[in-house]
């Protein structure tokens, strides 16, 4: 059962908590770490900016149109070859011993005296020898400047035509030319010379360019044109 209230007596009133003071953000209770953290950001975007620029424009290779790039050299001169360096190579390619030039190889000394193509047949009626296409001749003599004695053997002697081929020397031929051994298989003593005509049977119509001469199977050989 209710009480009557005594008006007398006080009446009674809730209590509440005071309200907490409002909380400030982490930027303004941090206020120097803000700073400090804000510098550096904007240092490393600085850096990183010139860094970029330093990678775009540091490249020292020029470059063509298409982006690559070209090499020239050192010295600033064309690495091409000039008409004239061409003219020059081919003069001095051009401009080794010809016919009634002395050409040595080894041990022998070779003079070109003369070249006779088309030549149908050598020897007499005993001993012939008809060519196959054509026999060119080459008069030849051997000079041994050497200290020992040299033996000349005509096959090891080649002919070479306009078109870059390569015909090896008639053996039997050249012994069907009457007195025509001394350049067939002739021991040539130092200082001594012999002279003789090397036979060659190449095809109709093949013009002699150049003959390869050598003083054994095992010497790099000398070119004499026949041009």
């Known amino acids: 059962m209710t009480q009557p209230h005594d ?25 120097g770490l803000t700073a400090v953290l ?20 540091g490249s020292t290779s020029p470059t063509t149109e298409a982006g690559s790039s070209t090499s020239r050299p050192t010295d600033g001169r064309s ?23 002395a050409a040595r190889d080894g041990k022998f000394e070779f003079v070109v005296k003369s070249v006779e193509p088309g030549v149908a047949s050598v020897g007499d009626d005993f001993l012939q020898e008809k060519a196959q296409g054509q026999f060119v001749l080459v ?34 031929a050249a012994i069907s030319i009457e007195g025509n051994s001394d350049v067939w298989l002739t021991d040539v003593n130092p200082g001594n010379t012999a002279t003789g005509t090397m036979v060659f049977d190449m095809p109709e ?5 150049s003959i390869e001469l050598h003083d054994s199977m095992f010497s790099d050989g000398v070119t004499v044109s026949l041009r």
């Open 7 to 31: 008006p007398s007596q006080p009446q009674w009133q809730p209590t509440y908590a005071p309200a907490p003071p409002p909380q400030r953000g982490w930027v303004s209770r941090h206020k």
């Open 38 to 57: 804000a510098s550096g950001a904007l240092l490393l975007a600085c850096c990183g900016g010139g860094a970029a620029v330093l990678a775009e424009g």
């Open 79 to 101: 690495t091409t070859p000039t008409k004239g360096s061409k003219k020059k190579a081919a003069a001095t390619k051009a401009s080794g011993p010809g016919i009634g030039d």
């Open 139 to 172: 008069e030849i003599s051997v000079t041994n400047i050497g200290e020992e004695a040299q033996t000349m053997f005509d096959s090891e002697q080649k002919i070479i035509d306009t078109q870059g081929r390569t015909f090896e020397a008639n053996s039997s």
């Open 205 to 209: 119509g093949a013009t002699p360019a």
